[in-house]
Structure formats: structure tokens, C-alpha cells
């Protein structure tokens, strides 16, 4: 067991018995290799099931919106950032909240992990306290892979890798990396011709299954009704159209603007390995771009598309 794992235990488990909390949100381990799963402690004992490894990639922010209790909750960067989104759109307050940071050095990518191993993976374990060594074990054998080689892609670009916000540390702070340029991957899109950039967007998503696995695992889907599922007016069709389904990926994008914090929640659960990201990404870059935010940084401010000021760019009025 880890120095992360042991001390969210502690915390977690302390919180419940001084009844400073009501529950406490972690994860637990999957039932297969390489799978964690979000779980739920009420009782100091049950906070022995927690763990923290390189692939607690789901968003937890997601089982808290309009929670009454007083909840506990385990938070890397990106969850920390939604946190403060859920606050800042009322979705539940500050002072229900006991939140334990976790800074984070990142999450493997599975199918990058599975690609290299190239058969099925029976076992997996870490090396090193920190993660940064990771072991698979095959059929054919066990081998050792770092860390940094499989990073999810998000991850690899993540700029804000300690809690913004929390009330205990599971772990000492670590340093926040500076990349010259997080949006190359968007830029490379942007600079495609308008065909190449449609036959991109054709290929993404035609494995698409519309199975919602993007929306559910979003923190930022909390909609009571979601657009998909209305039926007066009937907004977008039920079927595997080719428009209904792009249709469905752009206007999620556009609901998560200037609130995504590029979490990967949405990619990871994609049944389909489907980059969801792209769309997302060139919103994030955008709205950075244009208004200088970053999403969940701040509680006491609201996104740029949820304010008006009549100083606000508007070079795209023609």
C-alpha cells in the first residue's frame, strides 16, 4: 500500500469518526487490472476499501451535485477545479465540503498500456511509492513500464496538478509543470483545410454508439432533462444518424464552455476509445484565448459566458 492510499485512509476514516462528515467519496479497486471505481465510505471501516493509484482517471466531483450531507471527498487538480464549478453554480457549498487533496503526477492511459502489452493483462502493480514505475504482468511475463511514457493525454497537458482548493493533503504538494504550448493539439486541427478538418471530425466520432457514457461521467452534465432525451420539442432524433449523433458531441461541447476543466472523465469512459477531447479542447482553448480563463480556479468568480460586461471582446460581431 502507498503513502497516498495509507493517508487517505486516515483521513477519510478520522473524519468519519469525529463525525465531521456524513460520508466520504474515494475510490476503490476495479474488478479487473488496471480498474478503479468511485465508492462510498459511511463508516470509519469502510474507508479501508480506498485506494490511490495511476488509474483513479473518473471525476468524483460527479456524485456531488444537490447532495445534502456533509461529504468528504478525494480530489486531484482536475477534480478540485470541478469542485469549485459545482460551488460557483450552486450545485452544493463550500461548507458541506470537506475536500482531501491529492496532488497528482498524472493518470495512465489503459489503451496505451494495452497496446504495448499486446495481449490481455492479468495483473497490474506499482513499483514505486510515487507511481512513477508500473508492472504488467501477461502470459507471457511481467515487465516493468514507466509512468511518463503512458500518460493519458490530458494529463500530459495539465498545467494545474495540485487541489486548488481542499482542507487536508494526502501527500506534499508537487510542482506545477510550464508547457509553452498546452494547445498544439488544437492548433494542428485548426490549421487543417475545411475538408480535412470534416473528414476528421467524420472519423472521431463514426464509431459512436450514443450510448451517453460521455455525458454521464461529466461532472458538468447535471441537467435534470438533458437535451437528448427531450421530447417536446424533440431536439435531436434517437437513432445512429450521422447528424444526430454530431449533432449531440457539438452541443455538449458548447453546454461545457468556459466551465471544462479537461478532466478526461468523458474519454475515459467512452466505450469506443473515442478522443471526445477534440471538441472540448478547442472550447477550452478559445475561451482562454479570448477571455484569459481557466475553469474552477477561482470560487468567487463566475465563467465569461455566464457574465456580461460591455467591455467584452466582440471581434466576432461582423
Known sequence: MNKRTEKIRELASNLLKDGRVDLVIGFSTGTIPMGSHPDLAKRPEQTEKF???????????NYLANRNEKTGIIAKGCDSRNIVNHIVENKISREQLHIIGVPCTGMIDKTKVAASAGEEILAYSE????GSEFSITTAAGTKTLKKQDFLKDNCSRCMHRNPVIYDDLAADLVDE?????PFSDVTAIEEMTSQ???DY???LVKDCIRCYACRN????????????DESGPQWVGKGQNDIDIKTFHFLRAFHCAGRCT????????????INVRAYTRKLVKDVYDIYGWEAGLDTEKRPPLDTF???????FIK
Not at 177 to 181: E, F, N, T, Y
Not at 217 to 228: D, G, Q, R
Not at 309 to 315: A, E, H, K, S, W
Open 177 to 181: 509543470p510550464v508547457i509553452d504550448d
Open 51 to 61: 485506494i490511490w493509484d495511476n488509474n483513479c482517471t473518473l471525476n468524483l466531483t
Open 262 to 273: 479537461d478532466c478526461g472523465a468523458c474519454v475515459e469512459a467512452c466505450p469506443m476509445d
Open 217 to 228: 461521467a461529466c461532472p458538468l452534465c447535471y441537467c435534470p432533462t438533458c437535451f437528448v
Open 196 to 198: 480535412a478538418k470534416g
Open 309 to 315: 460586461n460591455p467591455n467584452d471582446p466582440d471581434d
Open 201 to 203: 471530425f467524420d472519423t
Open 127 to 130: 513499483d514505486k511509492d510515487d
